[in-house]
């Protein structure tokens, strides 16, 4: 299934990307209310996190004093999940906007969108024991660890279930109908195999050694799904995967890639890994179809990497055909201190942020990309010739703070393109200059804020605005919790100026481990999903939990 996005420079519309979602053709600004769904991770399969038809949340609504929280939804168990929104599905007779939330215990939940009631819920199975050196202070299990995507066409929603059967760990791929969520096909158990460097030995996948955690990603009627190490254990074991099946038969595609095909012989501390794990980032996809991902550090002795035949592209952004049948592009870093060996030396992962596809720009390259990881470093990249093993190939290197992260993007009243980073505490704006050669610089009118946030460097943002009309446009993010009281924060920004419009807490996050969470903003309502909870706020009223446990939610003030 391939949908059509469009959206507008001026008066001018310009095709940007196919996206997993709606159809939709936008002016400089949005008239005409119409329901948003939010699909997939991060909004689109450019990963953007771009809702660019949000007319109701400007910045003077958002910092006004009426923007607040709604309501709160209890749940079964911690979500790490991005909530994904269906509008205008019928469910049970009646119409709804649908916010799906997947959480690690196994269990999916439609829930009305403006009311927080919960329409459907069905658990997949008991969630996976969780190994002790993954020191969770939020339980014992793994269950749904990445956002799922939804099938508009197909009215479905994929999701990937980590389950203990039996005692033995193992991962399902579910194709659960919107409206019921019961399985339409029978869930599909996870199995892949490859050969490693010398073309004999086989290496097969083994759910016990591996986690699932990055978002999936539908494109070209194909499901991919990545998988990375299990809590940075089972090292001398585990190698990273890219799977991939067909949407409509849940068919393998005939290649299923392995990161990693350094045989044992030629790993000098038994060490292999290369995971795709982007602090739960998607894997991003072009208009041509092609697979984008980062991967993460392999053997600590900095020897093995080997771009040869794609044998181990450790520390690297990697494009690969839609069939997994072969390496499009990748690039490396050689920068001082920050090459490939350095990186895999100090596990310092390329790959703790996502890759981002910029639409299509004006000027001489028109399809970029973008990534950073552990070090801060943003790398500029051309779409289909992303540098190999030099950083002297790419378009340009910026600093961002140490990344646990990954960008958004947006436009603004110029129809300048956009990104945002937010490396560190901090959000900074780059403008896309395309003339006369294509760079990023900083946004001259946008003072960077940064937010009280903790764990592991870095933070999610999402981009509401209504088309590019001025004012309209804000900048969502959601803290790490890291003092006493864990709790989850939800602030808004003027993406303009970086003025804060709005700061409340919306949860809390009892673990130690990284809250890789992301805001969705919809139709007026902006959904966090945290510890068994999920927070709803929107314009008007006050707070009206649903959960007993809403302790958690001390304000919903604007802060000026």
């Not at 086989?202 to 759910?207: K, M």
Request: hydrophobic share 40%; proline share 6%.
């Amino acid at each position: 299934m391939r949908c059509t996005a469009w959206f507008s420079r001026s008066s001018e519309e310009i095709w940007l990307a196919p996206v997993v979602g709606l159809a939709l053709t936008i002016g400089a600004s949005a008239s005409v209310a119409q329901g948003i769904s939010v699909n997939t991770y991060h909004n689109d399969t450019l990963r953007t996190g771009w809702n660019s038809r949000e007319i109701s949340l400007t910045s003077s609504v958002v910092g006004g004093g009426s923007f607040g929280l709604l309501h709160q939804v209890s749940l079964d168990a911690q979500v790490d999940a991005q909530p994904l929104v269906v509008a205008g599905l019928s469910i049970g007779g009646a119409t709804h906007d649908v916010a799906y939330i997947a959480t690690e215990g196994n269990t999916v939940y439609a829930i009305d969108a403006s009311s927080g009631a919960i329409l459907k819920q069905t658990n997949l199975g008991s969630p996976a024991p969780l190994p002790a050196i993954c020191n969770s202070k939020t339980g014992a299990t793994i269950g749904i660890n990445s956002t799922p995507v939804i099938d508009p066409v197909a009215q479905a929603l994929y999701v990937i279930a980590y389950v203990d059967v039996g005692g033995t760990p193992m991962y399902y791929l579910h194709v659960l109908s919107l409206t019921t969520l019961s399985d339409t096909v029978p869930p599909l158990l996870v199995s892949a195999s490859n050969t490693l460097s010398n073309g004999k030995t086989v290496y097969s996948f083994s759910a016990g050694m591996v986690r699932q955690r990055a978002a999936l990603l539908e494109t070209e009627g194909n499901i991919y799904v990545a998988f990375a190490g299990l809590c940075g254990q089972r090292n001398t074991t585990a190698r990273g995967w890219l799977l991939g099946w067909s949407a409509s038969m849940l068919a393998p595609l005939a290649k299923q890639q392995l990161t990693n095909r350094v045989l044992p012989s030629n790993s000098p501390s038994d060490f292999f890994l290369t995971s795709i794990w982007m602090s739960g980032y998607g894997p991003s996809s072009s208009s041509n179809g092609n697979v984008f991902f980062v991967t993460g550090n392999a053997d600590p002795s900095g020897t093995t990497y080997d771009s040869t035949n794609a044998i181990n592209l450790s520390e690297s952004v990697v494009e690969w055909s839609p069939s997994l049948g072969k390496v499009v592009s990748f690039f490396s870093p050689t920068d001082p201190g920050a090459d490939v060996a350095t990186l895999d030396r100090g596990d310092l992962d390329f790959g703790s942020g996502g890759v981002m596809l910029l639409p299509a720009q004006p000027g001489l390259f028109r399809h970029l990309a973008v990534a950073a990881g552990k070090v801060g470093i943003m790398y500029l990249m051309k779409q289909g010739n992303l540098g190999g093993q030099n950083s002297g190939n790419v378009l340009g290197e910026y600093a961002v703070g140490n990344c646990w992260c990954g960008p958004s993007y947006f436009e603004g009243p110029d129809a300048i393109g956009r990104v945002v980073s937010s490396g560190g505490s901090s959000i900074k704006v780059w403008d896309v200059q395309s003339s006369p050669t294509t760079a990023l610089v900083p946004d001259a009118g946008f003072t960077p804020p940064s937010i009280n946030t903790g764990q592991d460097p870095g933070f999610f943002t999402s981009i509401s605005s209504n088309g590019t009309t001025a004012g309209s446009a804000v900048i969502w993010a959601v803290n790490r919790p890291f003092d006493t009281t864990r709790d989850v924060t939800l602030y808004a920004f003027d993406a303009a100026a970086g003025t804060q419009l709005f700061s409340a807490v919306a949860g809390s996050w009892p673990s130690t481990k990284n809250a890789n969470l992301v805001p969705t903003v919809a139709n007026g309502k902006v959904y966090v999903a945290s510890y068994k909870m999920l927070s709803i706020f929107g314009i008007a009223g006050p707070a009206s939990p649903l959960n007993p446990e809403s302790k958690f939610v001390r304000s919903a003030s604007p802060i000026r």
